[in-house]
């Protein structure tokens, strides 16, 4: 036993010190504490449920989807959902103009949509967050360039933009991706500076300096970590506005091509016929707009659950 | 009559892990013209106690009080506002950030002058006079010139002054002051307790002065309270205090200060304050005490005579003396 | 005893640039310091904020490099520039920081907290610093259970000692101090200050101790080194520093420290003004503006530290003999 040790046995310190534990671990703690700013927003709950529900589909929807989402039926053109007059059960929400289901379209549609949100925040927070990371760290010219350049990406209408580089890339729904996904990442890079420059100033940052950590090791081991939190936020509004924005860019024509089940694009094949059958475009539409209201709505949640647990570390 | 009353005051907050009760059974009662010391560590729930005298607690608390009475309005009754009309002009506070505690947008001079708008309904030419006054009598220099400044440009102690002006800008009969030096240098602080002490004594003003720093008490109080984990474990006269504390936790905090200090090595006080989930059985300070035995483990301790300073102690210390 | 840190004539001037299109301004924090540090004791540098007492700190770890003079630390002159001998003094000086909430990833475990510095620094194994992360855990007073925790379920002592054990592990030889424990309370305040000394004792270390607080100095120190707008202006070992303190300034700081004892609530020597502009020091003595004793040489000439007894003081009315 230290001497130290046996002078704080003496004065019974190691006894007292502490124990403002944990029954349970830390890490379940943590989550309880989470959960329960999170569940405090019912809409935020409301939107995960919807969310969780629209994974489930599409990692389910060979099982769900009740035809192929591409098979036609010359016999069953544009017939209404099952609920209308002329309706049919074996078509729960109707067909389009060449005699495909629409549910089924809609089943895989959510496959779409989902991986569409997937790649491009993946590519737009790794991109985002390395240079967000160098310019708040790195400052000087090098900060003033990046910024700059991303303030130029910020300056454009973000459709017009993507619009352009699919234009010059070619149309197709990995152009579309990496097009939107350029046009996500300055949101990113913005954040992740002004954390990074922020978290640069506290203690824990120079006390790793002092120990002589490399400025590689401060950056992504010491700081980034402490920087998550409005990222997630972020993140999960940009899924919404990279489903949105692809969706766009099909409707117009330069995300996927048709056949493909894609919301967007099933909006841009029913345009001419809004008239005679409503079905084909509104469900689409609900979909886009139920999907992303859910997205929307977790955000709003994560960031009640995470922005005052940040303040509080 | 005492000029505030506060009988049983219980604040408890909802969190996220079950209610937390951050003052518990709080008394006191502040008599015209005298400098009340409120001290405790972090965590004590002194300046919660303050707070929801004030009204100015997040609606996550719930606060409860016998008695809550300043002169002979019932503050529990009051509406909103007249409490705010209470508020400021009868009782002002005053708070630990003077930084923090002024508007960045605004200058001094309008803050001040807002002050004296809604509480004495002054004229422009009034105001501004009655401004000028106001900063010449906390000592601030150029008081025309300061008028016109924004909060940024004054430093912690000029800001700290700004502040002690607007809060007795209508001539308060109570301040409450919650560790008004605390974010100032030594020097500063001693000006900012000179001139509050001033103020209190020139205008006959009773002050609450909320603070962790026993040198600051001993400076400038009358009365003490000394408070742990939510209660009010003593309650003294300043002089007997600092010669006779009858709590223990109050003993181990007057020699664990540095300057009392006789040996090499300072007297310690073990482990920390319970937080939410710790809360011993009996006596709150037991798991910390030296003399506790299974008394203090099991049964809560009742509050003591007022020679033993109200002890909220089964052994209260210095008995002798006190008899 | 030999000198393990001399400074010499160190200056460090930021360039602050005021607003978009002004010139940038130069701010000397720290102005022609010069003082030694003997191996195994405890320098207090003592002053208020923008003193430049951090700025000294900065200095004496490596953060920042002074703009001017001489520095050496256990024989290496720092002020060569090289990086080599940059890296070898890592190990030879470490810091404790004032806020032991900020000087913690959040993000890390105990555990990888005090071995951040092993894995940069030594090619020890995972196991090898895992044993001496434990050890240097019960050493420092806390469990070693606490490895796999992270900073926020302790408390602002437990923190602290967790910061010290960060900066031991190196087997560093001087540590400074910066504030260690103005964050902590009362009780706790106490319990590090023990733990400090004894570490010092144990393991023959060297403090450079930088506080605000004259009363825990006096507790600590061998000697005292008291600073006012960026320059030293007495140097004096503590008995002689408390008992017969020199400069204006001290007098000052020591009248200003709140007593414990409210028997000994006295007249005190009240400073007037506040501390000036950095950007815009006064000419002449940097106090004089304050300064009850300044005459016609001082607002125009600068006094240097000259020996008075065992005291180095810069004040020409001590010089002169006039006060």
Known sequence: ?313 | MPLLTIRNLTVTFDTASGPFKAVDSFDLNVDKGEILGIVGESGSGKSVAMLALMGLLPPTATVTADELAFEDHDLRTMSGRERRRLIGAEMSMIFQEPMSSLNPCFTVGFQIKETLRIHLGLDRKARQKRAIELLESVGLPEPERRLSAFPHQLSGGMSQRVMIAMATACHPKLLIADEPTTALDVTIQAQILDLLVDLQRDRGMAMVLITHDMGVVAETAHRVVVQYAGQQVERQPVETLFDEPHHPYTAALLSAIPERATGDRLPTIPGVVPGQGDRPDGCLFNPRCSRADDRCRTIEPPHQSDALGQALCHYPLNTEEAA | ?323
């Open chain 3, 1 to 323: 005893m030999s000198a393990i840190v001399s400074a010499e004539g160190v200056s460090q001037v930021y360039e602050v640039k005021r607003g978009l299109f002004a010139k940038a301004a130069g701010l000397k924090a720290v102005k022609e310091a010069s003082f030694t540090v003997e191996e195994g004791e405890t320098l207090a540098i003592v002053g208020e904020s923008g003193c430049g007492k951090s700025t000294l700190a900065r200095i004496l770890t490596m953060i920042e490099e002074p703009t001017e003079g001489h520095l050496t630390i256990d024989g290496i002159d720092i002020s060569a520039g090289r990086s080599s001998d940059v890296k070898r003094l890592r190990s030879t000086v470490q810091i404790v920081f004032q806020n032991p909430y900020g000087a913690l990833n959040p993000r890390q475990k105990v555990g990888a907290i005090i071995e951040e510095p092993l894995k940069i620094n030594s090619k020890l194994s995972r196991a090898e610093r895992r044993e001496k992360a434990k050890d240097m855990l019960a050493q420092v007073g806390l469990r070693p259970e606490h490895y796999d925790r992270y900073p926020h379920m302790f408390s602002g002592g437990q923190r602290q000692r967790i910061a010290i054990a960060r900066a031991l592990i190196l087997d560093p030889k001087i540590l400074v101090l910066d504030e260690p424990v103005s964050a902590l309370d009362v009780s706790i305040q106490a319990s590090v200050l023990n733990l400090l000394a004894d570490l010092q004792d144990r393991l023959k270390l060297t403090y450079i101790f930088i506080s605000h607080d004259l009363s825990v100095v006096k507790h600590v120190a061998d000697r005292v080194l008291v600073m006012y707008l960026g320059r030293p202006v007495e140097i004096a070992p503590k008995a002689a520093l408390y008992s017969e303190p020199k400069h204006p300034y001290t007098k000052a700081l020591l009248s200003a420290t709140p007593a414990t004892n409210p028997d000994d609530r006295g007249e005190r020597i009240r400073l007037t003004g506040e501390l000036p502009s950095p950007f815009d020091p006064p000419p002449g003595c940097s106090f004089n503006p304050r300064c009850p004793h300044a005459n016609e040489r001082c607002r125009t000439e600068r006094p240097v530290l000259t020996e008075h007894g065992p005291t180095r003081v810069a004040c020409f009315a001590v010089d002169e003999g006039r006060i």
């Open chain 1, 1 to 313: 036993m230290s001497h130290v040790e046996a002078d704080e046995a003496r004065e019974g310190i190691g006894a007292g010190i502490e124990d403002r534990k944990a029954k349970v671990s830390p890490r379940r703690q943590m989550l309880k504490e989470f959960w329960y700013y999170f569940s405090e927003n019912k809409g935020a709950v409301v939107g995960l449920y919807v969310f969780i529900a629209i994974i489930l589909i599409a990692i389910f929807a060979p099982v769900l989807a009740p035809y192929d989402a591409t098979a036609q039926n010359r016999g069953a053109l544009l017939v209404p959902p099952v609920w209308a007059d002329n309706g049919s059960w074996a078509y729960i929400l109707g067909t389009d103009a060449v005699g495909r289901d629409m549910l089924s379209r809609l089943i895989y549609g959510a496959r779409y949509s989902l991986t569409i949100g997937l790649v491009v925040v993946t590519l737009a927070v790794t991109v985002g967050i390395s240079v967000g990371l160098i310019a708040g760290y790195v400052r000087g010219w090098v900060d003033i360039v990046i910024m700059r350049l991303m303030d130029i990406i910020l300056a454009f209408p973000s459709l017009l933009l993507a619009l352009v580089l699919v234009a010059v890339l070619g149309p197709g729904l990995l152009n579309a991706m990496i097009a939107i996904a350029l046009v996500l990442q300055p949101h990113f890079v913005r954040l992740t500076r002004a954390s990074v420059m922020a978290e640069k100033q506290r203690e824990y940052v120079t006390a790793a300096r002092v120990v002589g950590a490399s400025p590689l090791r401060l950056m992504v081991v010491t700081i980034l970590p402490n920087c998550l939190g409005p990222l997630i936020v972020q993140a999960t509004l940009s899924f919404s506005s990279a489903i949105l924005d692809a969706a766009a860019l099909g409707f117009l024509g330069l995300g996927a091509q048709p056949p493909t089940p894609e919301w967007g694009t099933m909006l841009a094949d029913a345009q001419e016929f809004v008239l005679r059958a409503w079905w084909v475009v509104t469900f689409p539409g609900l979909a886009i707009l139920i999907t992303v209201l859910a997205i929307n709505l977790v955000g709003d949640g994560l960031r009640d659950a995470l922005d005052p647990k940040m303040k509080r570390s």
